[in-house]
């Protein structure tokens, strides 16, 4: 196939670049290329999809398929103009960040109400906490369907993307905390559940979607398991054995300012119970159903443990430090000991 991804240069499209181009596919990168490189083997455009005019560059090179990530829906909107007559399958990278209900359990994207549009002067989110964030993703699902109708379009709502070169602090800091050893504070309860993808394994899904002509709308995420499990399986990829976890009541953490979710003081991939139940436990099924492979989690572990070792200078480094640590389970400690 001749695949154009808009994007490519970071992290989800860059690895489906690099992945589609392992497969002997013809792989166009488009991008200002502010953010990073595309792979080796890939064909990159420099663009700016802040010019309404820029994708009309690349409507007569002939692609079978396009992969967009954008947030912006003005990106979208110009790049459906530009290439929708011009090619067969389109992409989009949406997110479960456009759901209404995030403390249901085991939804699927073919039953779980959606937030409304963005508002007509939001074309972006507009602040570091990314508000309108999914009602602009929502926007763009939209255009995308009436662009390039149900028969030719194909909606992926990723979860959480983990994996080598993941831009946020959410699971490497768990790689970097379990591989520290010694106590470690755990949030919530052991049955709390957690569920992510594995950035390759996405990749490789979208590039089985454009191959295949996937259509309809999906959630991107892996089967949900317990917190004890994640942590327990961060631990045995890094070769560590029996690691020492002290479950930490969520109101306890909440009343130390303790964060949810990612960030400084935050304990990643832990949100608050019962109104999040729903974020991190979606019915993985419907996407297992139409091709999705899911690696086991310590090759996730290794690969994103390897990336942390020869890249350390790209990694976020959020979470809660060692120091803010013991403080809290010291204090926990005296309060559950009486």
């Known amino acids: 196939m001749r695949i154009l991804i808009l994007g490519g240069t970071r992290f989800l499209g860059r690895a489906l670049a690099r992945f589609a181009v392992a497969r002997g596919h013809d792989v166009t990168c488009a991008a200002r290329g502010v953010s990073g490189v595309a792979p080796s083997g890939a064909r990159f455009v420099a663009i700016d999809r802040d010019d309404p005019a820029a994708p009309a560059s690349l409507a007569g090179d002939g692609f079978d398929a396009v992969v967009d990530v954008t947030r912006q829906v003005s990106h979208a909107r110009h790049a459906l103009a530009a290439l929708a007559d011009h090619v067969d399958h389109w992409s989009f990278v949406s997110t479960i960040s456009v759901y209404a209900d ?35 993703k929502v926007s763009i699902e939209r255009l995308v369907r009436e662009r390039m109708g149900e028969d030719r379009s194909f909606i992926c709502r990723a979860g959480l993307i983990v994996g ?35 950035v390759d394994d996405l990749a490789g899904w979208l590039l089985h979607a454009a191959g295949a002509r996937l259509v309809g709308t999906y959630d991107g995420v892996g089967p949900a398991m317990s917190r004890e499990e994640l942590l327990n399986g961060v631990a045995a990829g890094l070769g560590v054995a029996d690691p020492h976890l002290t479950w930490v009541d969520q109101d306890f953490l909440l009343a130390r300012d303790v964060r949810e979710w990612s960030g400084e003081r935050a304990l990643p991939l832990w949100a608050r119970l019962p109104e999040w139940a729903g974020l991190m436990d979606r019915d993985a099924r419907p996407a297992l159903d139409a091709s999705l492979t899911v690696r086991p989690l310590s090759d996730t572990v290794r690969a994103t443990a390897t990336w942390m070792t020869a890249r350390p200078d790209d990694v976020r480094q959020g979470g809660l430090d060692p120091a803010e640590e013991a403080v809290v389970l010291r204090e926990w400690q005296a309060v559950r000991d009486g």
């Open 102 to 136: 995030n403390a249901t359990p085991g939804q699927t994207a073919a039953d779980a109400p959606v937030l409304p549009p963005a508002p007509p002067d939001v074309d972006a989110p507009v602040d570091p906490d990314n508000r309108w964030y999914g009602e602009c």
């Open 164 to 198: 080598a070169e993941d831009p946020s602090d959410r699971f490497p800091y768990w790689v970097r905390r379990l591989a520290r050893g010694g106590e470690v504070l755990a949030p919530g309860r052991p049955t709390d559940r957690v569920q992510f993808v594995d």
